[in-house]
């Protein structure tokens, strides 16, 4: 549930940052890029020319897993295991529509027999459709990962690794909007979202959202004003229905091109913590601070009958160096979004950092998984834990993340922590916060990427997290150590070494693994 308020007015600063950092990561982006390029499914990839508009690139992996311990128990058991893995990417830049698609299934299976033989779905998609030219869209976007039934329950960073406290989680989204003005003065966005959510003992979530907003001034830039209605309703197949109705009338001041403030009133309507609904006044601030495109500093709050809510963030880039900090109190609604303590998976990560050096979500897709590629570092690569849950949650968390871009060399940090308790008391649904009051999490996580020479590259993740709950038997910190070693081997083909190394000192199942493993991956 937003608390932000959208507002601010950037100067034009001066290029020269932006273009060095672009210049320091296009030879080796570009390098990445091109086994893609040579394996456009279209009649002119081979020929110099405007990139093709519809670009597919199937592709097939193997790999082979020795591990000490595939349980993940204080009891090992060793076992082998073959990953079987094609999938497909595909990007569209047309007029109408621009997205990109990245589908992977993987089979597995079990030398000795720990587990039965098994698949699992990867996804990753965005799209969007102008159907009428500036004024009707359509936004559409899915993914499908792996993620943590319970906080407290058995953790790992491998899919491959027999965990029942492991599920697959699916979550689809689709949004028409129309957006246009009135005589020129008066703009106008309507939209309305479907989301759904599947997996895990949490069941299945769906959400609607509907909202339309009005922004105008009086002909001066400094002075604006907006006017917004939303409503929200989310059903839990585990837990109870819930609905907000809100209607707010905000102004916004330009004290200067860079700083902006904003205030708003108005009203809300929801059963967050009754049976029936009760309805409320509703009061918010907001500020920005951009002195230059590459620096930007944003606050807003909103003050409920049930709390507080705020979000404060910060970013900056430099010619070599992405900086961003965030501290978000807000309601969650969907398993993914509960208890996460970091973005997920190593291309979210990386796609959320890139945002400002890549502003064009297709192209920053692109450059991303070939980023991710060239290191050897899977798409899908857990960066932290998360849980699943029934019903509406307060979380409070904060975001802290650095990188360091060079030509041959790659840093990455980032520190999370967040704290969730439930906000529905009203629910009888079953998850952690039916013995937990308070869910903490803490993580940390450091990528280092150093390319060896222009075919070969090696990567280390370190990571840790922390999870504990209100009870004192409620405790779980997973260390891990990953390495990996990456070489083109062909055309369009390379091959991946990688050694990693966790540990979890569970106060359920505590234990420790180590596996080799090894994968050949063959574009076509």
């Not at 040579?38 to 199937?58: E, L």
């Not at 030398?111 to 009428?132: F, G, I, K």
Request: proline share 4%; glycine share 8%.
């Amino acid at each position: 549930m937003a608390t932000g308020m959208g507002m601010g007015m950037g100067m034009v600063s001066k290029p020269a940052p932006k273009a060095h950092v672009l210049r320091v990561l296009l030879p080796w982006g570009l390098a990445c890029l091109s086994p893609l390029a040579s394996a456009q499914v279209t009649d002119d990839a081979a020929t110099p020319g405007p990139k093709p508009a519809v670009s597919m690139v199937p592709r097939v992996s193997v790999t082979e897993t020795w591990t000490d311990n595939v349980s993940l128990s204080s009891a090992k058991k060793a076992d082998q295991v073959t990953e079987i893995s094609p999938g497909l990417r595909v990007d569209v830049n047309k007029a109408r529509l621009k997205g990109f698609l990245d589908y992977t299934l993987t089979g597995a299976t079990y030398a000795q027999s720990s587990s039965p033989s098994r698949t699992t779905n990867a996804l990753a998609s965005n799209m969007t459709l102008e159907a009428v030219d500036n004024t009707f869209f359509i936004d559409a976007s899915g993914s499908i990962s792996q993620q943590a039934i319970s906080a407290f329950g058995t953790q790992s960073t491998s899919t491959s690794s027999v965990n029942s406290n492991s599920t697959e989680v699916s979550t689809y989204r689709v949004s028409p909007y129309v957006q246009g003005s009135f005589a020129g003065a008066v703009n106008y966005l309507g939209r309305y979202s479907r989301t759904v959510t599947s997996g895990g003992s949490s069941g299945d979530v769906a959400t609607n959202d509907a909202s339309f907003g009005l922004k105008g001034g009086n002909g001066q830039r400094y002075l604006g004003w907006s006017a917004d209605v939303t409503h929200q309703d989310v059903s839990y197949s585990a837990g109870r229905s819930t609905d907000n109705d809100t209607a707010v009338l905000g102004l916004n001041y330009a004290i200067t091109p860079q700083v902006n403030v904003s205030v708003e009133a108005g009203s809300e309507s929801n059963n967050f913590t009754s049976l029936d609904r009760q309805t409320n006044s509703l009061t918010g601030f907001g500020f920005s601070w951009t002195p230059s495109e590459v620096t930007k500093l944003s606050a807003s709050a909103r003050h409920h009958a049930y709390g507080d809510t705020y979000q404060v963030s910060f970013d900056r880039r430099t010619s070599r160096t992405i900086w961003h900090f965030s501290d978000t109190k807000d309601i969650t609604q969907t398993p993914n979004q509960n208890g996460t303590v970091s973005v997920g998976t190593a291309y979210d990560l990386y796609y959320a950092q890139f945002a400002t050096v890549v502003p064009d979500p297709v192209a920053r897709a692109q450059f991303v998984t070939a980023f991710l590629q060239s290191y050897g570092i899977p798409l899908g690569a857990t960066v932290g834990m998360g849980f699943t849950a029934s019903s509406l949650t307060m979380q409070h968390r904060q975001e802290a993340s650095f990188a360091l871009l060079g030509v041959r060399d790659t840093i990455t940090f980032v520190a999370t922590q967040s704290e969730s308790n439930r906000f529905d008391a009203l629910t009888t649904a079953v998850d952690d916060f039916s013995t937990a009051t308070l869910v903490r999490q803490t993580g940390l996580s450091v990528n280092l990427a150093h390319r060896l020479t222009p075919d070969y590259s090696l990567a280390l993740l370190l990571s840790q997290v922390a999870t504990t709950g209100s009870v004192s038997s409620q405790s779980n910190t997973l260390r891990s150590v990953n390495l990996s070693l990456t070489g083109k081997v062909g055309l369009r083909s390379n091959v991946t070494l990688g050694f990693r190394h966790s540990e979890s000192d569970s106060s359920l199942i505590p234990y420790s693994e180590t596996a080799v493993t090894g994968t050949f991956k063959l574009q076509f």
